[in-house]
């Protein structure tokens, strides 16, 4: 997961800070290089530590941070992939919410390389506490990892349309509250994939 | 059109709520009912009582026609093309009820992502049981990480084309350094290649070095180099294979005239004045010619020999010169 959250990570800095603060932030932390590759294997715990430079260099809590890599991922256009994906899960935003638990078997299906035990996929389990309310529990190698869901599960609450309340409440947990299931016009998804 | 009074609408929203890409025939094959699925692909307003034959032709089993000869000898599983011009093909199953009606479930097979894409299909249109969005996601998936790859292995390339780049340049002079030298001459001795050897050694060089200091010895090894890559062409070689020393790889050329032509020019242009922080520096250079035609079997090492020696005879006949050897014997 280190080499994935890292080129996210990237993506997000870069194209929202600019190409000087990443590499002031990888001179920071020490690293031998300034490109991650999200194919390649990172020592464990090193996204964690990268993001914790970066909170420095921005001057903002290492969740902010986290939390809008979450959206980043699903907002931006160049990722546009990542929220096709999510809007797989489901038809409506509770849907898509029970589908997460499914998110390590679906990545399991897409590579089958990806069921090493040193990839760490996070662990999730959704709890339906009542039609409207949620709690999500993550097991996850990378602290930032919870933070990244809440930031993408409210921006896909957007997507759908759906008000929500998403907090969350220490390590490894986030609660859900579904406040108005239209609230808004859900965003298009056509499900075969735009040409070209 | 045939229909049984007993039997309630009802069955009809099951099935089409199990099956959306049902037909329901009547004994004669004419439709009854279809899913919601299948009649958005059709997209006949007179789909009731339509013959099965002019909605489908059945590309398998080969010589059916009619839903009844499908069934009867394919009814475990059958392909279908619909009439009405969309390419995405169907597979199904099917069998003849009890009372004589023909039900088939038809589904895109393999065809699935071109069907979502030609008729605009919605998650809406598969049950929860079909695994059609499971496929649509893992092909998705799959371009997702393939199009990374690619991305990858294009920058590893690129690292790798810079990292041998790297490897085989003289970072003072731009020239190709020993290593790539070596390579060269021993590709073109193995492919017969004929080719002239200019090695080339500065003159009063270690006197620029002494008088002047290294950082002026390294501006005249800069302008040595600049002065062979202007006086060759691109297909040959210019390396810096030792302090003040180089080796000059002209392809494709034996002919003496020529070579002793490069040869002097370059000495003639080293042994200009070269100005460096305000003072001048004076050097020369030997040079040793042979040719690939001098061996009967050219080979670098015996070559390299025989440069050295004709380098040497340059030197001790005053400097500033270029000498050929004409064999070993000489």
Same mark, same amino acid.
């Given at each position: 997961?280190?080499?994935?959250?890292?080129?996210?990570?990237?993506?997000?800095?870069?194209?929202?800070?600019?190409?000087? +603060?990443?590499?002031?932030?990888?001179?920071?932390?020490?690293?031998? @290089?300034?490109?991650?590759?999200?194919?390649?294997?990172?020592?464990?715990?090193?996204?964690?530590?990268?993001?914790?430079?970066? %909170?420095?260099?921005?001057?903002?809590?290492?969740?902010?941070?986290?939390?809008?890599?979450?959206?980043?991922?699903?907002?931006?256009?160049?990722?546009?992939? @990542?929220?096709?994906?999510?809007?797989?899960?489901?038809?409506?935003?509770?849907?898509?919410?029970?589908?997460?638990?499914?998110?390590?078997?679906?990545?399991?299906?897409?590579?089958?390389?990806?069921?090493?035990?040193?990839?760490?996929?996070?662990?999730?389990?959704?709890?339906?506490?009542? =039609?409207? #309310?949620?709690?999500?529990?993550?097991?996850?190698?990378?602290?930032?990892?919870?933070?990244?869901?809440?930031?993408?599960?409210?921006?896909?609450?957007?997507?759908?349309?759906?008000?929500?309340?998403?907090?969350?409440?220490?390590?490894?947990?986030?609660?859900?509250?579904?406040?108005?299931?239209?609230?808004? %016009? %859900?965003?298009?998804?056509?499900?075969?994939? =735009?040409?070209? | 059109?045939?229909?049984?009074?007993?039997?309630?609408?009802?069955?009809?929203?099951?099935?089409?709520?199990?099956?959306?890409?049902?037909?329901?025939?009547?004994?004669?094959? #004419?439709?009854?009912?279809?899913?919601?699925?299948?009649? #958005?692909?059709?997209?006949?307003?007179?789909?009731?009582?339509?013959?099965?034959?002019?909605?489908?032709?059945?590309?398998? =089993?080969?010589?059916?026609?009619?839903?009844?000869?499908?069934?009867?000898?394919?009814?475990?599983?059958?392909?279908?093309? /619909?009439? *009405?011009?969309?390419? !995405?093909?169907?597979?199904?199953?099917?069998?003849?009820?009890?009372?004589?009606?023909?039900?088939? *479930?038809?589904?895109?097979?393999? &065809?699935?992502?071109?069907?979502?894409?030609?008729?605009?299909?919605?998650?809406?249109?598969?049950?929860?049981?079909?695994?059609?969005?499971?496929?649509?996601?893992?092909?998705?998936?799959?371009?997702? @990480?393939?199009?990374?790859?690619?991305?990858?292995?294009?920058?590893?390339?690129?690292?790798?084309?810079?990292?041998?780049?790297?490897?085989?340049?003289?970072?003072?002079?731009?020239?190709? *350094?020993?290593?790539?030298?070596?390579?060269?001459?021993?590709?073109?001795? /193995?492919?017969?290649?004929?080719?002239?050897?200019?090695?080339?050694?500065?003159?009063?060089?270690?006197?620029? *070095?002494?008088?002047?200091?290294?950082?002026?010895?390294?501006?005249?090894?800069?302008?040595?180099?600049?002065?062979?890559?202007?006086?060759?062409? +691109?297909?040959?070689?210019?390396?810096?294979?030792?302090? &003040?020393?180089?080796?000059?790889? @002209?392809?494709?050329?034996? &002919?003496?005239? +020529?070579?002793?032509?490069?040869?002097? #020019?370059?000495?003639?242009?080293?042994?200009? =004045?070269?100005?460096?922080?305000?003072?001048? %520096?004076?050097?020369?250079?030997?040079?040793?010619?042979?040719?690939?035609?001098?061996? $009967?079997?050219?080979?670098?090492?015996?070559?390299?020999?025989? !440069?050295?020696?004709?380098?040497? !005879? $340059?030197?001790?006949?005053?400097?500033?010169?270029?000498?050929?050897?004409?064999? /070993?014997?000489?």
């Amino acid at each position: 997961m280190d080499a994935l959250m890292l080129r996210f990570l990237q993506g997000y800095v870069r194209g929202t800070f600019g190409v000087p +603060v990443w590499q002031t932030i990888c001179r920071r932390a020490d690293l031998p @290089v300034e490109t991650f590759e999200p194919m390649l294997r990172y020592a464990p715990g090193l996204a964690d530590q990268v993001a914790a430079e970066a %909170a420095a260099v921005l001057g903002r809590p290492v969740e902010t941070i986290w939390e809008d890599l979450g959206t980043y991922l699903v907002t931006s256009p160049g990722h546009e992939g @990542v929220r096709r994906l999510l809007r797989f899960g489901g038809i409506g935003y509770a849907d898509f919410l029970h589908s997460l638990e499914e998110l390590p078997g679906r990545a399991r299906l897409a590579l089958p390389d990806l069921d090493l035990p040193d990839l760490d996929l996070p662990e999730i389990r959704l709890t339906e506490i009542a =039609p409207d #309310r949620f709690v999500l529990d993550c097991r996850a190698g990378l602290r930032g990892t919870i933070r990244v869901l809440v930031g993408m599960l409210t921006a896909m609450a957007d997507d759908f349309g759906t008000l929500c309340l998403i907090e969350a409440e220490g390590e490894g947990r986030i609660a859900i509250r579904i406040l108005d299931r239209a609230h808004a %016009a %859900a965003r298009p998804f056509d499900l075969a994939l =735009p040409e070209g | 059109m045939e229909r049984d009074p007993d039997r309630p609408v009802p069955e009809q929203a099951m099935l089409a709520r199990f099956m959306p890409m049902h037909l329901l025939l009547d004994r004669e094959g #004419r439709v009854l009912g279809a899913g919601p699925t299948l009649r #958005r692909m059709l997209q006949r307003p007179d789909l009731a009582g339509a013959r099965f034959e002019d909605l489908f032709e059945v590309r398998a =089993p080969g010589g059916a026609v009619t839903a009844d000869q499908v069934l009867a000898r394919a009814g475990h599983r059958f392909r279908l093309v /619909a009439r *009405n011009g969309v390419r !995405a093909g169907l597979r199904g199953m099917g069998e003849r009820l009890p009372d004589g009606r023909m039900l088939m *479930n038809l589904s895109f097979g393999i &065809d699935l992502i071109a069907a979502v894409r030609e008729l605009g299909l919605t998650d809406a249109d598969f049950v929860a049981t079909d695994l059609a969005m499971e496929l649509l996601y893992l092909a998705e998936a799959n371009a997702a @990480v393939t199009r990374e790859l690619r991305g990858l292995n294009l920058r590893l390339e690129g690292a790798r084309l810079a990292a041998e780049e790297e490897a085989l340049t003289d970072p003072l002079t731009g020239l190709r *350094n020993r290593r790539a030298a070596d390579l060269v001459l021993a590709r073109l001795c /193995a492919a017969r290649m004929p080719f002239g050897l200019l090695h080339l050694d500065l003159d009063y060089f270690k006197s620029v *070095n002494d008088t002047l200091g290294h950082a002026a010895g390294d501006h005249v090894l800069e302008v040595v180099g600049r002065i062979l890559r202007a006086e060759l062409r +691109v297909e040959d070689c210019a390396a810096r294979i030792g302090g &003040d020393e180089f080796l000059v790889l @002209v392809v494709k050329r034996v &002919d003496l005239q +020529v070579l002793r032509g490069i040869a002097d #020019r370059i000495i003639q242009r080293i042994s200009a =004045p070269i100005p460096v922080a305000g003072k001048v %520096a004076q050097v020369s250079a030997s040079i040793g010619i042979v040719r690939s035609s001098d061996l $009967a079997a050219p080979d670098p090492v015996r070559l390299m020999a025989l !440069a050295d020696r004709a380098l040497y !005879a $340059a030197k001790r006949a005053g400097r500033g010169r270029s000498i050929r050897l004409r064999s /070993a014997a000489d």
